[in-house]
């Protein structure tokens, strides 16, 4: 099943999207939209080839529709949302970003998902400049970083964030970057660097001088480092701030292939497991 949008699928609170059982691609159009919602969950979908909408109206909840400007082409936009789980998709090649979340949104968790064919892959925060985004707390735990991906896996700003038991097995450029002081927590996760020999490191500090990014809170513990992958740590190893960032106790990095085996859309079907 296919479903070509024709504009932004705008959600309301309290909804679940769940693929299971069935093979639904969300693609060729604009895709999803969590805006200044809450308790979200997307599961099970195919989502590529996102467009950008808008210059349009479009029903944002079953009593209300409103005007749109143009949308950026994410696979997935979290704008002012909360409490929004991201759960077995497979995302690919979209306008923009595959998952992005800004103005203010929190408490997300991105799991399981298989992500390939991309740029600018995930974006938390929105700019440096926008302060709102320090409360941002996002668990990014058990996907797969796959084929064709160049960087922001995740790019991020001001908040809190547990990168926990993900395999990365492909970047061209870097893996995990971020501006204006966040906290990065790198926890038992599996970084296969590329061939080339100026894009080993995991890590960019962006927009910055030394001076200043020196004193970010950034980790690494557990993490294993293949083909020369390295991760530039920064600022209090220790530092209470990650307590902020730890959601879940990290499991040891030799599991990650077998943890994220199952990465992506689920193949179920009826009356068995998945």
């Known amino acids: 099943m296919v479903i070509k949008l024709k504009q932004e699928l705008m959600m309301n609170s309290f909804k679940t999207i769940d693929g299971r059982g069935a093979s639904v691609h969300i693609a060729g159009g604009p895709c999803i939209t969590i805006q200044y919602v809450t308790n979200i969950i997307i599961h099970g979908l ?60 929190t408490a997300i968790t991105i799991s399981n998902n298989y992500m390939t064919h991309h740029n600018k892959v995930m974006l938390l925060g929105h700019s440096d400049s926008f302060t709102r985004d320090k ?26 964030f547990h990168v926990v038991n993900n395999d990365y097995t492909h970047w061209e450029m870097y893996a995990i970057g971020g501006s204006a002081d966040p906290t990065i927590n790198s926890q038992g996760n599996r970084f296969l660097a590329p061939d080339r020999v100026d894009n080993k490191e995991v890590t960019k500090h962006e927009d910055a001088p030394e001076s200043q990014w020196k004193n970010w809170n950034w980790r690494s513990e557990g993490d294993l480092m293949l083909n020369g992958a390295f ?44």
């Open 46 to 105: 195919n989502i590529h080839d996102c467009k950008q909408g808008g210059n349009a109206y479009v029903r944002d909840s079953p009593e209300h529709y409103g005007y749109r400007t143009v949308s950026d082409g994410d696979g997935v936009s979290i704008f002012g949302g909360s409490h929004v789980w991201v759960d077995h998709c497979s995302l690919s090649n979209c306008r923009d970003g595959l998952i992005d979340a800004i103005h203010g949104s």
């Open 135 to 160: 409360n941002m707390q996002v668990t990014i735990a058990f996907n797969h970083f796959g084929e064709g991906l160049v960087q922001r896996m995740p790019r991020c700003r001001h908040g809190y």
């Open 231 to 274: 991760f530039t740590r920064s600022g209090a190893g220790a530092s209470s701030n990650y307590a902020k960032a730890s959601s879940l106790s990290a499991r040891p990095s030799s599991l990650v292939g077998s943890m994220t085996m199952g990465a992506g859309s689920l193949s179920c079907k009826k009356g068995k497991r998945c």
